[in-house]
C-alpha cells in the first residue's frame, strides 16, 4: 500500500494570491473574455494603482494576475468590465464595470473573488 504525503504541492499553490471567477447567471455559464484589472489603495487613501490586468478564460477565471508570491495587507480593487462580453453576443448591459473593494488582511490567505453577472445585475462573495 502506497503512503501519501500530508501535503502535496500541486500548480493550484502556484496560482496569483488574488483570483477571480466570472459566471453569466443568466445562461448558466462561464463568462469568457471578460477584462479584469486589479488595484491597490495608495497611501493617501483615496486613489488607487494599477497593479495588473488579465482576461477571464474559456472557465471564466483569472488566475494568473500576479506572481505566487505574497501581497502586503492593504486594500485591493478589482474591476470588472462585463460591457463587451455582452455586447458580444448581441445582449445590452446597464453596468458597464463593476468594482469590487476589499481588504486582504493574511497574506498567507489566498483571496478569490468570484462574480455573478447578468445584463442587469450582479453579485460578489468571498471565495475559496
Known sequence: MRAWPLSVSTMADKK????????DSSIGKPASGVSVRLERLNDDGASFSSLATGETNADGRC????????????????VFRPK?????????????WVEIAFE?????????????????????????
Open 16 to 23: 496569483s494570491p488574488i483570483t477571480c471567477h466570472v459566471l
Open 104 to 128: 486582504l488582511e493574511n497574506p498567507a490567505e489566498h483571496y478569490h473573488i468570484p462574480l455573478l453577472i447578468s445584463p442587469y445585475s450582479y453579485t460578489t462573495y468571498r471565495g475559496s
Open 84 to 96: 463587451e462580453y455582452f455586447e458580444g453576443s448581441g445582449r445590452k448591459c446597464f453596468y458597464p
Open 63 to 78: 488566475t494568473d494576475l500576479l506572481p505566487p508570491q505574497p501581497l502586503p495587507p492593504a486594500t485591493y480593487k478589482i
